[in-house]
Nanobody
């Protein structure tokens, strides 16, 4: 299984920006779909954004479309989630997860990074 290391969470005021990063340890990005999920205690986990190993268009959830973007740094095996115009409802624990090429489920998960947006 691939190891995923996340970084970039924190506390920001509404309207601010954060960038989350997810690095696949020792494995090339092209082998995996990488997704960013978020979860608030007591609620279901939500897929926020994802991009296939082959690249191409990223999936962005309607709840964050126009504010969040996904990009890849192939050389560093890293995917970035740029979050702009953050809202208090974006407050959650954000997880990076990977799905192997041809797989049907996300099988490796990072430790999570907290994003807190104050009003």
């Amino acid at each position: 299984q691939v190891q995923l290391v996340e970084s970039g969470g924190g506390l920001v005021q509404a309207g601010g920006s954060l960038r989350l990063s997810c690095t696949t340890s020792g494995r090339t990005l092209s082998l995996y779909t990488l997704g960013w999920f978020r979860q608030v205690s007591g609620k279901e986990r939500e897929l926020v954004a994802a991009i296939a190993g082959s690249g191409g268009s990223a999936y962005i959830a309607d709840s964050v479309k126009g504010r969040f973007t996904l990009s890849r740094d192939i050389a560093r095996n890293t995917v970035h989630l740029q979050m702009n115009n953050l809202k208090p409802e974006d407050t959650a624990l954000y997880y990076c997860a990977s799905k192997p090429r041809g797989g049907d489920s996300y099988s490796s998960w990072g430790q999570g990074t907290q994003v807190t947006v104050s009003p």
